[in-house]
């Protein structure tokens, strides 16, 4: 599946658009780094190391996109004392996806905002209901935003 990393400003986003047409037309799915200004190609190497050495990967579930193994990070055995889960006993349900809510087709690229039952009736920025409109670079808070701007 073609990707690109990309900063929030519209150059940026244009930039990483222009690259994902060009894996697309010529057949060469990849991630693409779109942003080297901010995000080196190998990253924070020291903070990977640390991440590497404490967390692990584990099977997670998603809002909106339900369970997908090893997705997630999980406190390694030998950092078992630092774990909040084991020492207060916690217990995280899974989050309930909300009746109607389209976010995890949205996310996969199925459908678009105005597709959504939800969308500008009852899940707004204001008072949102999927995760896509929770946040200010959801797919849905920035869609309802920008679609009726000439850009």
């Given at each position: 599946?073609?990707?690109?990393?990309?900063?929030?400003?519209p150059v940026?986003?244009?930039?990483?658009?222009?690259?994902?047409?060009?894996?697309?037309?010529?057949?060469?799915?990849?991630?693409?780094?779109?942003?080297?200004?901010?995000?080196?190609?190998?990253?924070?190497?020291?903070?990977?190391?640390?991440?590497?050495?404490?967390?692990?990967?584990?099977?997670?579930?998603?809002?909106?996109?339900?369970?997908?193994?090893?997705s997630g990070?999980?406190?390694?055995?030998?950092?078992?004392?630092?774990?909040?889960?084991?020492?207060?006993?916690?217990?995280?349900?899974?989050?309930?996806?909300?009746?109607?809510?389209?976010?995890?087709q949205i996310?996969?690229?199925?459908?678009?905002?105005?597709?959504?039952?939800?969308?500008?009736?009852?899940?707004?920025?204001?008072?949102?209901?999927?995760?896509?409109?929770?946040?200010?670079?959801?797919?849905?808070?920035?869609?309802?935003?920008?679609?009726?701007?000439?850009?």
């Amino acid at each position: 599946m073609p990707c690109a990393i990309a900063g929030f400003e519209p150059v940026d986003i244009l930039q990483a658009i222009s690259h994902l047409l060009e894996q697309i037309q010529n057949g060469n799915p990849r991630l693409e780094n779109c942003y080297p200004r901010a995000v080196d190609y190998n990253g924070n190497t020291k903070a990977q190391q640390v991440m590497e050495t404490v967390f692990e990967g584990v099977d997670a579930t998603w809002r909106g996109l339900g369970e997908i193994p090893a997705s997630g990070l999980g406190i390694r055995e030998e950092f078992a004392s630092f774990d909040a889960r084991k020492i207060f006993d916690l217990a995280v349900p899974d989050a309930e996806e909300p009746k109607g809510c389209a976010c995890g087709q949205i996310l996969t690229g199925m459908k678009i905002p105005p597709e959504c039952p939800l969308y500008k009736l009852v899940c707004t920025p204001m008072d949102p209901v999927g995760p896509c409109m929770v946040s200010s670079e959801g797919t849905c808070a920035a869609y309802y935003r920008y679609q009726d701007q000439d850009l």
